[in-house]
Structures are given as structure tokens and as C-alpha cells.
T-cell receptor, first 116, second 111 residues
């Protein structure tokens, strides 16, 4: 199974600033995703990180607020821009890996963001 | 209608009993179904996936899929305190590789 390293694991940021979260996979993967998980809630997909092209954003999420990069098949970043307290959440990157007849999804350790 | 629904509240089971979790989904074309376990403060980890109608067993876990009823379930046999976690049902959306998640069910195994 793929191992996904995500950093930082947590951060406390001032409102109005930006934070970039990095996600590194130990093998090439077909697709990478960024999710947000509010306290006590399930995962909400922010966007699909496309290698070599602009990310595909879900309804309610825009590139200006959550710019995403994916320069190659093993690395992606998510930036949370112009942060407000409402952005306090856990952010998770995920990767799909094809196995023998199966496709599985794996998660990074998550980034716990607190905006003050 | 939500893509994936898990409507049960927190589930408390005594140690050694069977925990049963249910999930329904709205997209009849969905092909892949997953159960994730998430401990408090941790990221989700995949415990089961199922593609075909019927049962799939892996250790103490059994996933059951009924595509006609758009229903997938997870059974945890011989529940242990270490099984106490939130269990997330996920469905791969047809025509798209993204996963849609249910809100999760909290399981508490009482020693």
C-alpha cells in the first residue's frame, strides 16, 4: 500500500495569512485528492489534484481560496489562503493506487489547522 | 438526497458481540464501496472494500453489498475495545474517481 507523508501535522495561524500543506506519496499514484473534515463531521472533498493541469474543484470551493499544485505523480500541495477562523479544520490528502484488480484509496496523516 | 447516508447514531456493543453498521447510497451506477475506520484525531484507514454483490470476509470484518437495494453493511464479529472508532462508508462515484463519504457511525465497545 502507498505511504503518504503529509506536513505540517498541525499549525496555528493568524487570520489573513496563508498556509501551504504538502503531501508526498512513496510511489506513483493515478489520482490525488484533498479533503476537509470539520470537527465531528465526515470528509468533504475540496478538489481533485490533476498532474500537469489545473485542479478540479467541488461545489463551494474555488481556486483563489484553495490553490492546488501537482507537479508530478507523487507530490501535491494545498494552500489555504487568506485564512479565517471558519477555515479551522483537518485537511487530508488522499491518493488512489491501483493494485491487482483493485483500486484503493489511502490518506495522509492529516493537518490540523487552527486559525485565530 | 445525500450521496451516501449513514443514519444510525452511536452504537454501543459489549465486548465479544457483533457490531452491525449500515450504509445506503443514491447513485445506482456506483461500483466500488469502502469502509474506513477513523480513530479520534487520526486519519481514516481502509479496512474493507467490496465490488460484488454478496459477502466479503476479512478476519473479524464482513462487508455485505446489495446493489439492487443500494445498500452496503459492515459486521464486526467478536468486537474488541480496540474497535471503538468512527466507521465511514465511502462510495466511488460513477464516472469519477472521487469518493463520497457518509457522515460516519461511532462504535463504542464496552469491556
Amino acid at each position: 500500500s502507498a505511504v503518504i507523508s503529509q506536513k505540517p501535522s498541525r499549525d496555528i495561524c493568524q487570520r489573513g495569512t496563508s498556509l501551504t500543506i504538502q503531501c508526498q506519496v512513496d510511489s506513483q499514484v493515478t489520482m490525488m485528492f484533498w479533503y476537509r473534515q470539520q470537527p465531528g463531521q465526515s470528509l468533504t472533498l475540496i478538489a481533485t489534484a490533476n498532474q500537469g493541469s489545473e485542479a478540479t474543484y467541488e461545489s463551494g470551493f474555488v481556486i483563489d481560496k484553495f490553490p492546488i499544485s501537482r507537479p508530478n505523480l507523487t507530490f501535491s500541495t494545498l494552500t489555504v489562503s487568506n485564512m479565517s477562523p471558519e477555515d479551522s479544520s483537518i485537511y487530508l490528502c488522499s491518493a488512489l493506487q491501483r493494485g491487482a484488480g483493485n483500486t484503493e484509496a489511502f490518506f495522509g496523516q492529516g493537518t490540523r489547522l487552527t486559525v485565530v | 438526497q445525500k450521496e451516501v447516508e449513514q443514519n444510525s447514531g452511536p452504537l454501543s456493543v459489549p465486548e465479544g458481540a457483533i457490531a452491525s453498521l449500515n450504509c445506503t447510497y443514491s447513485d445506482r451506477g456506483s461500483q466500488s464501496f469502502f469502509w474506513y475506520r477513523q480513530y479520534s484525531g487520526k486519519s481514516p484507514e481502509l479496512i474493507m472494500f467490496i465490488y460484488s454483490n454478496g459477502d466479503k470476509e476479512d478476519g473479524r470484518f464482513t462487508a455485505q453489498l446489495n446493489k439492487a437495494s443500494q445498500y452496503v453493511s459492515l459486521l464486526i464479529r467478536d468486537s474488541q475495545p480496540s474497535d471503538s472508532a468512527t466507521y465511514l462508508c465511502a462510495v466511488r462515484v460513477w464516472g469519477n474517481n472521487r469518493l463520497a463519504f457518509g457522515k460516519g457511525n461511532q462504535v463504542v465497545v464496552i469491556p
